[in-house]
């Protein structure tokens, strides 16, 4: 009876013992070279199970993650639905992201994203803090973007000198600007958004045609409608249009 307990109590913390020196950490940097994801540190605790990998760098994406913290939800792993819940440091601001998986339902909270750090593909400087909230569901294997909705706001937005040829429009303090987008159909993302600033009141309308797998190559069409408040253009109202691809967007009027 005592050698069947000694027995029990090492068949039970065997698997302990083999989860303790398992080297999670190379498991990880192996999947992460796979997927040829660029990173600069990995760090795994196991107890509690936690996952933060630093200087993420994906090569569909022009910016780099600073941090990226993955915690398991433990009560919904038990019940089957592995979620999982991210915590973001991204240009500057921060995330707050909950998955399941495999992937095919996430939430997301975006909050004080530079702009100037996040979005370098437009021919003119944008500035601001960019916030977001929203749920989308999607088929990976796919890559499609199925169903999804959400709102999004920019703080002390800013715009650069806009040119068109032989024409051009001053740089804009366009205050707060604040949106909603809704997926309309698979990989099209409808998109609106309203701004009454010190310099102009904007409009933004239009949509974006996601390419989940290369998003450089997802298509953008947008409809910018500005109306200055500063002298000598007060009054007017510039309309023109942002178009083409993401990596490689053009301002025509």
Do not use: W
Request: aromatic fraction near 10%; glycine fraction near 8%; include cysteine.
């Amino acid at each position: 009876m005592k050698n069947f307990r000694y027995f029990l109590i090492f068949l039970l913390s065997f698997p302990l013992f083999l989860y303790l020196s398992f080297p999670l950490e190379r498991v990880v940097e192996r999947e992460l070279c796979k997927r040829e994801i660029g990173y600069t540190e990995v760090e795994v605790e196991k107890f509690p199970p936690k996952l933060r990998v630093k200087g993420l760098e994906l090569p569909q994406l022009p910016f780099s993650i600073e941090e990226a913290v993955v915690l398991p939800d433990l009560e919904s792993i038990l019940s089957g639905d592995r979620r999982l819940n991210v915590s973001l440091k991204v240009c500057g601001g921060e995330g707050e992201v909950k998955l399941n998986y495999p992937l095919s339902e996430l939430t997301f909270h975006l909050k004080s994203l530079r702009l100037s750090r996040c979005v370098k593909e437009l021919p003119f400087k944008v500035r601001g803090l960019f916030s977001a909230a929203g749920e989308v569901s999607l088929r990976v294997q796919k890559a499609l973007l199925e169903k999804g909705r959400g709102s999004f706001s920019v703080e002390r937005l800013e715009l650069g000198e806009l040119s068109f040829g032989l024409f051009s429009l001053p740089g804009l303090n366009l205050g707060k600007l604040k949106g909603t987008f809704v997926v309309k159909r698979e990989n099209v993302v409808s998109l609106e958004a309203e701004g009454k600033g010190k310099d102009a009141d904007v409009k933004v309308r239009g949509y974006i045609n996601v390419n989940l797998r290369y998003p450089g190559k997802s298509y953008v069409n947008l409809r910018v409608k500005v109306k200055p408040k500063v002298a000598l253009l007060k009054g007017r109202t510039f309309t023109f249009r942002v178009k083409g691809f993401a990596e490689n967007v053009t301002v025509v009027r």
